[in-house]
């Protein structure tokens, strides 16, 4: 469907490591906050109950809860889901990366979650999305019970499809939104072609610095971005994209971004759609949702994922953590 249905989601939801599973710490008190926090842990896995934070077809993750957070001088990576999706939207990619030593911090978009759509096709969430990850960053640095055993100055990201739109703006790219024009023909009364028409559109998105490198994984709403709009963009980037695209991203406009894209970076190319990228799904999932869960023949996308998680870990070890350290 090419209106705007920018990204999409399932509410989805290794590698050697010095400790056996990652430590969660569940967010509940605060609807604009609400996920979990995961880090390296002395203890085995079990299943922690998500209570009131439940989405469709899931009542807990795999963690341990409130363990005690192994190790000091941690870096963090923050990571931002896709349209309609969830803070544990990809559970293998945060347990692998708690699992190597990172603090891992994600929460439900507040307006374009799998629990709440109120926002999800205004101009509007372009906008707050980036100041929603602010937020979480502002909250782990200064507020979290644990923030001493972080490096501050070691932060990464990680976004999937509307997720690496935002990773993209956080780093310091400028979209020019008036480009979904493309996508509203006059019969088009959705709620962002409107705001569109009436000039009710965002601008100066926020940035963040305190970044120092990303993952984007299909990131959606290239169009938005030529490339005047991604020169201030300076970070080590990791970008992803599918082969085959879908669910309204464009493989020729990822390929044209991922080349635009200025500094250092690296491209790698899965021959698969735009949902490889979200965790393998359970037996269950597949059945009440395959559409995302359904890959190219021969694919294996738990294979994949080995791949894909052990790219961002060691990605992030280069560019975050500093050089005579380990992992």
């Not at 349209?83 to 978009?109: C, E, K, M, P, Y």
């Not at 100066?204 to 990131?219: G, K, Q």
């Not at 290239?222 to 991604?230: E, G, H, S, V, Y």
Request: net charge neutral; proline share 6%.
């Amino acid at each position: 469907m090419a209106k705007l249905y920018w990204i999409c989601a399932a509410v989805l939801g290794c590698l050697m490591s010095p400790v056996q599973a990652a430590g969660v710490q569940l967010l509940d008190t605060d609807p604009n906050l609400a996920g979990a926090i995961w880090y390296p842990c002395a203890a085995a896995a079990q299943r922690v109950p998500l209570g009131k934070l439940t989405v469709q077809f899931i009542e807990s993750i795999e963690g341990t809860k409130d363990c005690p957070v192994t190790g000091t001088n941690l870096p963090l990576v923050i990571v931002s889901h896709g349209r309609g999706g969830w803070f544990g939207q990809h559970d293998d990619t945060v347990q692998a990366l708690a699992n190597a030593g990172f603090v891992v911090a994600s929460i439900n978009l507040p307006g374009d979650n799998g629990n709440d759509s109120s926002q999800r096709d205004s101009l509007s969430i372009l906008a707050t999305r980036p100041a929603s990850i602010i937020r979480l960053l502002d909250f782990i640095l200064n507020d979290w019970k644990d923030r001493a055993a972080i490096d501050s100055s070691r932060i990464g990201f990680f976004g999937f499809s509307l997720g690496a739109y935002t990773g993209l703006v956080l780093a310091g790219g400028n979209p020019d939104l008036r480009r979904f024009a493309l996508y509203c023909s006059d019969g088009n009364r959705t709620r962002a072609c409107e705001q569109l028409r009436s000039g009710d559109i965002p601008s100066s998105l926020p940035h963040e610095p305190r970044i120092r490198a990303a993952v984007l994984a299909d990131t959606a709403i290239n169009f938005a971005f030529p490339a005047d709009r991604l020169a201030d963009i300076t970070i080590p980037l990791l970008i992803w994209r599918s082969e085959f695209g879908g669910a309204g991203v464009d493989p020729k406009n990822s390929a044209l971004v991922a080349q635009s894209l200025p500094g250092k970076k690296e491209v790698r190319v899965v021959p698969a759609g735009h949902f490889a990228f979200l965790s393998p799904c359970t037996a269950e999932f597949a059945e009440k949702l395959p559409r995302f869960c359904t890959d190219p023949p021969g694919f294996d996308r738990t294979a994949f994922h080995r791949e894909f998680n052990a790219s961002i870990i060691n990605f992030f070890r280069e560019t975050l953590v500093r050089q005579g350290e380990s992992r």
